[in-house]
Nanobody, 124 residues
Framework: QVQLVESGGGLVQAGGSLRLSCAVS????????MAWFRQAPGKEREFVAA????????YYADSVKGRFSISRDNAKNTVYLQMNSLKPEDTAVYYC?????????????????WGQGTQVTVSS
């Protein structure tokens, strides 16, 4: 069984930064593609960023490209999302997801495991 636990959310002013962490329990962490999705009130869950087992393979939504950075530490079974230049429209619950042998899919249906989510609120 794989469990994902997010942390690092909070309230920040526009232009500020936050770093989200997702700790993964279970074996073979390096075999999972990891991703971050987000869901704002009244909106569908949307892809934010993904990373394959190799840190050289990363993918981003156009809306966050150049501002967010996804990374992973396979020794610590943890994936991170560094969020800079935050905007009010980044306000959402952010979810960490894992897909065994994944390719960095942008479709949330492809992912096998999910965290409980962490709230990010950006004030204007």
């Amino acid at each position: 069984q794989v469990q994902l636990v997010e942390s690092g959310g909070g309230l920040v002013q526009a232009g500020g930064s936050l770093r989200l962490s997702c700790a993964v329990s279970g074996r073979a962490f390096s075999s999972y593609a990891m991703a971050w999705f987000r869901q704002a009130p009244g909106k569908e869950r949307e892809f934010v960023a993904a990373i394959k087992w190799s840190v050289r393979n990363t993918y981003y939504a156009d809306s966050v490209k150049g501002r967010f950075s996804i990374s992973r530490d396979n020794a610590k079974n943890t994936v991170y999302l560094q969020m800079n230049s935050l905007k009010p429209e980044d306000t959402a619950v952010y979810y960490c997801a894992a897909e065994l042998y994944g390719t960095g899919d942008t479709d949330w249906n492809s992912y096998d495991y999910w965290g409980q989510g962490t709230q990010v609120t950006v004030s204007s």
